[in-house]
C-alpha cells in the first residue's frame, strides 16, 4: 500500500512543480510586458492555460506573485553566473568574463531589466521582503572579493576595490545602455543597437572595468 501511494505523491509534487514553473513563467512575461500595475491575474491565467484559482492557492496574490517571479529571476542569473566558473579563471579573465555575460544576459533576456523596472518603481519593497534574494546575491559578492584579492595577491589588480561597487558599475553599464536605447540612439541620431554599436558597446565596458581594476 505505502509502495502505491509513493508514486502517487510524487507525481502530485511534479504536477504541482510544472503548474508552478508554467505559472511563474507566464507572470513574468505579463509583469514584463504590463508591470505590477497594469498586470491581470486573468491575463496571466490565459497565458499559463491554467485555473486562476489555482494561482491564488500557490501564490495568494498578485504581490506575493510578483515577489515570486522576482526571485526566480535573480535565481537564473545567479545559477548562470556560478555556471561560468570564474574562480577557475585568471583575475584579469573572470572580470572579462563577468562583463561579457553580464551584457549578453540582459540582451538575451530583456524581461529581466523590465522586471527591474518595475520592482524599482515600487521601491523594491518586494525584494526587502525576500530573504532568499539576499541569500542569493551573497555568494556573487564573496565570489567577486576573491576573484579582486587574488588579482591583488598577484600583482595585477590594485587593492582597496569594493566587489559590491564594481558589481553595481558592471550592471550598470549594461543596463543604462540598453533600459534607454531609444531615448539614447534618438539624442545622438544614431542606432545603438545595431550589431556593430552592440560590439563597440561590449569592448567599452570590458576597456572601462579591467581600467579601473588592473594595476597601473
Excluded at 27 to 33: H, K, N, T, V, W
Excluded at 101 to 126: I, K, V
Excluded at 127 to 149: F, K, T
Aim: aromatic share 8%.
Amino acid at each position: 500500500m505505502h509502495t502505491e501511494q509513493a508514486p502517487a505523491t510524487e507525481e502530485r509534487q511534479r504536477d504541482a512543480e510544472r503548474s508552478q514553473s508554467t505559472i511563474l513563467a507566464a507572470a513574468r512575461d505579463e509583469f514584463a510586458e504590463h508591470g505590477l500595475g497594469g498586470a491581470r491575474m486573468d491575463r496571466i491565467a490565459e497565458r499559463a492555460g491554467l485555473n486562476k484559482r489555482l494561482i491564488y492557492y500557490y501564490f495568494a496574490d498578485k504581490e506575493r506573485l510578483f515577489q515570486a517571479v522576482l526571485e526566480q529571476a535573480y535565481r537564473d542569473i545567479r545559477d548562470r553566473e556560478r555556471a561560468l566558473k570564474l574562480q577557475d579563471l585568471s583575475p584579469t579573465e573572470a572580470v572579462r568574463r563577468l562583463v561579457e555575460f553580464t551584457w549578453q544576459y540582459y540582451l538575451e533576456c530583456p524581461e529581466f531589466l523590465t522586471l527591474l523596472n518595475s520592482a524599482n518603481l515600487h521601491r523594491a519593497r518586494h525584494l526587502h521582503q525576500s530573504a532568499e534574494v539576499r541569500e542569493m546575491n551573497s555568494p556573487l559578492v564573496d565570489m567577486l572579493g576573491e576573484i579582486l584579492e587574488r588579482g591583488r595577491k598577484d600583482g595585477s589588480f590594485r587593492g582597496g576595490i569594493d566587489p559590491v561597487q564594481l558589481y553595481v558599475s558592471i550592471a550598470g553599464l549594461a543596463y543604462f545602455y540598453l533600459s534607454n536605447n531609444h531615448t539614447l540612439s534618438a539624442i545622438f541620431g544614431r542606432d545603438l543597437m545595431t550589431p556593430k554599436a552592440r560590439n563597440e558597446r561590449l569592448s567599452h565596458m570590458c576597456d572601462v572595468i579591467l581600467g579601473y581594476v588592473l594595476r597601473d
